[in-house]
Structures are given as structure tokens and as C-alpha cells.
């Protein structure tokens, strides 16, 4: 069907002459319209739980640059606040959260099915999303991964190298597996609520899978992926789902057939050039622009866009960044960007 979304398209296998194009955290903090919404929200929580203003920033970057695809506004720290966890956010760190770090920490949390209330305004969100957008834009959905939840909710915030949630990994695995279970639960109720509001395809981001090794990959990036993916498939047939093991490296392959993703999405610390080799032979990739282009632009931005689209052109690809664009970004170099894409 040649009017179905491009991104669909690319989802469903098909190889275009240009790819889709839309990028991680394109609504945020480089945009001037941004940053006015969010001043009027007040917090970026109070952000995240107003349906339409968390609409509105979802909408801005479609209107400036036109995306093939509209990623819904929300954080991947939502599901441990439904939970019962304590989440707020300091200015200029990032998030804090409370921490989970034995049993009765853990019994303290809600059960998956009793989080929907908190998170209804997120469901309008995609609701009011799926009415407004372009009929030519796709709507994605997105949760973090049931391992990069809880490295938050263990440390408390986030940290360099997850040290604390490797800790109770190895010191308690009780709890750490008890964790991991109820996340694992709340992404697939989390996520079959935003396709059943409109949501047309969602995203798994696994922020920290680098920091997992040999079997520990398997056990807690690889498998929680899996069973995620296989319940909404049962529940959802024919949406996709990308997967996004953050620094897998090698872990990269063979992933997309492992889980069950129809699409896998890859950081910059791997070449175009080496996952056209060994992860786009299964199917869909994303990615993998270097979100520091975003900042400096010029020819090495061209080159490499290029140099990206030309290498994985013999299969189905979405072009994207390796990484969220950051707030220092020039909103110009995103047009470059777009540019260069659809000029080829």
C-alpha cells in the first residue's frame, strides 16, 4: 500500500529510496516552543501529566520540520511513579526518585494493574495525538526497559555505570528479580494501553543495556524484551515494536530475531557500515546519526548523513540519531539534517 506511513513501511520490511525520518527527544529543549510550553507547565512532570500541553510539544517538531513520525511526550520514569515510587526532578540533574533496595521496599509498590488511573493523562495524550497529527505522520509509543527502570529506582537517580542496581543484582537477587518481574508486567500493561489509544507502533528504550555483559545481557535486556514483545504481539497482532538495546555492541546481533523487534534501533558507538553487515540482515534498523552533529552541523554533518543513508540503503531503515538530541542542539542543523536525508 503505497499510502501507508513511511514509517509503517519500513516497519513492515519494505526498502524505500528515502528513509523515514524522526529523531529521539525531538521534543525538547533545543526548541524555543518548547521550552515556552514547558515554562507554562510549571514542572516537567506537570508537563508530562497535561494531556494537551504534553500534546502540544509532541506536535511542535512535526510542525517545524515536518518527521515521518511523532513520538508521544513522557518519560520512562512514569511507571515507577504509578507504582507508588517517589518521583521528582531537580533542575539541571535529572531525575531523583526513592529507592528499592530490599524486600519491603518492593512489597511497598503497587501491583501493574493498579497504575492506569495515575497514568490516564498519558493515554489522553496518545488519544488527542492520533486525532491531530498528519495523516501522513505515524504515531510511536515508547516505555523504557524493565532494566533501565529499575537501575533508577535502585540508585535513586541516574549514575555512570548503574553500580547500584548491579549490586543488589548480585547481593539480593530476590528483590532484584522481583523487581524486574513487576516492570516487566507494568510495560506490557503500560504499552498495550497506549496502542489501544491510538499509538501505531512503540519503542523499548534500554538506556543502560551496555552496562550488561554475557549472560547477564540475556537474562536482563534480552529476555525481558522478549516477553514484553510476545505479550503485545498476542494482544496487538500486526504492531511493531522497536527495540533499542542502548551499547549492545555485538549484543546487537541477532536481536531483532531473538526478541521478536521488528526494527532495531542502534547507537553510534557501532558503524552504519557494520550493522548493514551483521543486525540490518534481520530486518529493520534505526539510527545512527551522532546527536553531536546536532551541535556542531556543517559538512561532517552532511557527510555522515550521507554516508549513513548510503550504507544501510540496500534494506529497510528508519534514519535517526544514536542518541536523544541534546539541548545545546541547533534547531538549523536538524533542518541540514532532514535535508541531506531527503535529497538523496
Same mark, same amino acid.
Given at each position: 500500500?503505497?499510502?501507508?506511513?513511511?514509517?509503517?513501511r519500513a516497519l513492515?520490511?519494505?526498502?524505500?529510496?528515502?528513509?523515514?525520518?524522526?529523531?529521539?527527544?525531538?521534543? !525538547?529543549r533545543?526548541?524555543?516552543? &518548547?521550552r515556552?510550553?514547558?515554562a507554562?507547565?510549571?514542572?516537567?512532570?506537570?508537563l508530562?501529566y497535561?494531556?494537551?500541553l504534553?500534546?502540544e #510539544?509532541t506536535?511542535?517538531?512535526?510542525?517545524?520540520y515536518?518527521f515521518?513520525?511523532a513520538?508521544l511526550?513522557?518519560?520512562?520514569?512514569?511507571?515507577?511513579?504509578?507504582?507508588?515510587?517517589?518521583? =521528582?526532578f531537580?533542575t539541571?540533574?535529572g /531525575?531523583r526518585?526513592s529507592?528499592?533496595t530490599?524486600?519491603a521496599?518492593f512489597?511497598?509498590?503497587?501491583?501493574?494493574?493498579?497504575?492506569h488511573?495515575?497514568?490516564?493523562?498519558?493515554y489522553?495524550?496518545?488519544?488527542?495525538?492520533?486525532?491531530?497529527?498528519?495523516?501522513?505522520?505515524?504515531?510511536i509509543?515508547?516505555?523504557g526497559?524493565? =532494566?533501565t527502570v529499575?537501575? &533508577?529506582m535502585?540508585? !535513586?537517580?541516574?549514575?555512570?555505570?548503574?553500580?547500584?542496581?548491579?549490586?543488589l543484582?548480585?547481593?539480593a537477587?530476590e528483590?532484584?528479580d522481583?523487581?524486574?518481574?513487576?516492570?516487566t508486567?507494568?510495560?506490557?500493561? &503500560?504499552?498495550?494501553?497506549q496502542?489501544?489509544?491510538g499509538a501505531?507502533?512503540?519503542?523499548i528504550?534500554d538506556? =543502560?543495556a !551496555?552496562?550488561?555483559?554475557?549472560?547477564?545481557?540475556?537474562k536482563?535486556?534480552?529476555? /525481558?524484551?522478549?516477553?514484553?514483545?510476545?505479550?503485545?504481539?498476542?494482544?496487538h497482532?500486526?504492531?511493531p515494536?522497536?527495540a533499542?538495546?542502548?551499547?549492545a555492541?555485538?549484543? &546487537?546481533?541477532?536481536?531483532?530475531?531473538?526478541t521478536?523487534?521488528?526494527c532495531?534501533?542502534?547507537?553510534?558507538?557501532?558503524?552504519a557500515?557494520?550493522?548493514?553487515?551483521h543486525?540490518q540482515?534481520?530486518?529493520?534498523v534505526q539510527?545512527?546519526?551522532?546527536s553531536?552533529?546536532?551541535?556542531?552541523g556543517?559538512q561532517?554533518?552532511?557527510?555522515?548523513?550521507?554516508?549513513i543513508?548510503?550504507?544501510f540503503?540496500?534494506?529497510p531503515?528508519i534514519?535517526?540519531?544514536?542518541?536523544?538530541?541534546?539541548?545545546?542542539?541547533?534547531p538549523e542543523? #536538524?533542518?541540514?539534517m532532514?535535508?541531506? #536525508?531527503?535529497a538523496?
Amino acid at each position: 500500500m503505497t499510502d501507508r506511513k513511511k514509517l509503517l513501511r519500513a516497519l513492515d520490511g519494505e526498502t524505500q529510496k528515502v528513509p523515514p525520518i524522526w529523531m529521539m527527544r525531538q521534543a !525538547g529543549r533545543y526548541l524555543p516552543e &518548547y521550552r515556552a510550553t514547558r515554562a507554562q507547565a510549571g514542572d516537567f512532570l506537570s508537563l508530562c501529566y497535561n494531556s494537551e500541553l504534553a500534546a502540544e #510539544v509532541t506536535l511542535q517538531p512535526i510542525r517545524r520540520y515536518g518527521f515521518d513520525a511523532a513520538i508521544l511526550f513522557a518519560d520512562i520514569l512514569l511507571i515507577p511513579d504509578a507504582l507508588g515510587a517517589d518521583l =521528582w526532578f531537580v533542575t539541571g540533574e535529572g /531525575p531523583r526518585l526513592s529507592t528499592i533496595t530490599d524486600m519491603a521496599g518492593f512489597n511497598a509498590l503497587k501491583p501493574a494493574d493498579a497504575m492506569h488511573d495515575h497514568l490516564a493523562p498519558v493515554y489522553e495524550t496518545v488519544r488527542i495525538l492520533s486525532r491531530e497529527l498528519p495523516s501522513e505522520t505515524a504515531l510511536i509509543g515508547f516505555a523504557g526497559a524493565p =532494566w533501565t527502570v529499575a537501575t &533508577y529506582m535502585i540508585a !535513586g537517580r541516574g549514575t555512570p555505570d548503574q553500580g547500584p542496581a548491579h549490586k543488589l543484582m548480585t547481593e539480593a537477587p530476590e528483590v532484584f528479580d522481583a523487581l524486574m518481574d513487576r516492570l516487566t508486567e507494568a510495560t506490557i500493561a &503500560y504499552l498495550s494501553m497506549q496502542i489501544e489509544a491510538g499509538a501505531e507502533t512503540v519503542k523499548i528504550f534500554d538506556s =543502560w543495556a !551496555g552496562s550488561l555483559k554475557g549472560e547477564a545481557f540475556t537474562k536482563y535486556a534480552l529476555e /525481558p524484551t522478549k516477553k514484553i514483545i510476545a505479550a503485545l504481539k498476542a494482544k496487538h497482532p500486526g504492531v511493531p515494536i522497536i527495540a533499542f538495546p542502548r551499547e549492545a555492541g555485538d549484543g &546487537y546481533i541477532g536481536f531483532a530475531k531473538a526478541t521478536g523487534a521488528d526494527c532495531v534501533a542502534l547507537d553510534n558507538s557501532v558503524s552504519a557500515a557494520w550493522a548493514a553487515e551483521h543486525v540490518q540482515v534481520d530486518g529493520c534498523v534505526q539510527g545512527n546519526l551522532a546527536s553531536s552533529h546536532m551541535v556542531t552541523g556543517g559538512q561532517a554533518l552532511i557527510d555522515e548523513t550521507r554516508e549513513i543513508v548510503q550504507a544501510f540503503a540496500n534494506g529497510p531503515h528508519i534514519f535517526n540519531l544514536g542518541h536523544g538530541i541534546t539541548p545545546d542542539a541547533d534547531p538549523e542543523n #536538524v533542518q541540514l539534517m532532514i535535508d541531506t #536525508v531527503r535529497a538523496q
